[in-house]
Nanobody, 125 residues
Framework: QVQLVESGGGLVQAGGSLRLSCAAS????????MGWFRQAPGKEREFVAA????????VYADSAKGRFTISRDNAKNTAYLQMNSLTPEDTAIYYC??????????????????WGQGTQVTVLS
């Protein structure tokens, strides 16, 4: 069983930055793809970024490309999402997720079996 716990959310002014962390427990973290998703008020959960098991391949949503960076430190069992140039449209609950079967990064939420509880990001205009 894998458990994920997000942290690092909060309130930030437009144009500011936040770094989210996702601490993982379990034995398969280093082998599996991980992703970040978000859900804004009144909207469906959407893909943000994903990273392959060894961190060599990353994939981003168009909304995140050029502003966000996903990374992982397998020795620390932790994944990160660095968010720069934040706008109010980035306001959402951010969730990290881990796959139980895929090594490559994927955009589909169904590729991920394990999910964190979410951390709130609010960007002030």
């Amino acid at each position: 069983q894998v458990q994920l716990v997000e942290s690092g959310g909060g309130l930030v002014q437009a144009g500011g930055s936040l770094r989210l962390s996702c601490a993982a427990s379990g034995r398969t973290f280093s082998d599996n793809a991980m992703g970040w998703f978000r859900q804004a008020p009144g909207k469906e959960r959407e893909f943000v970024a994903a990273i392959s098991g060894n961190g060599g391949i990353t994939v981003y949503a168009d909304s995140a490309k050029g502003r966000f960076t996903i990374s992982r430190d397998n020795a620390k069992n932790t994944a990160y999402l660095q968010m720069n140039s934040l706008t109010p449209e980035d306001t959402a609950i951010y969730y990290c997720a881990a796959s139980d079967r895929y090594y490559m990064a994927g955009r589909d939420s169904h590729d991920y079996r394990y999910w964190g509880q979410g951390t709130q990001v609010t960007v002030l205009s």
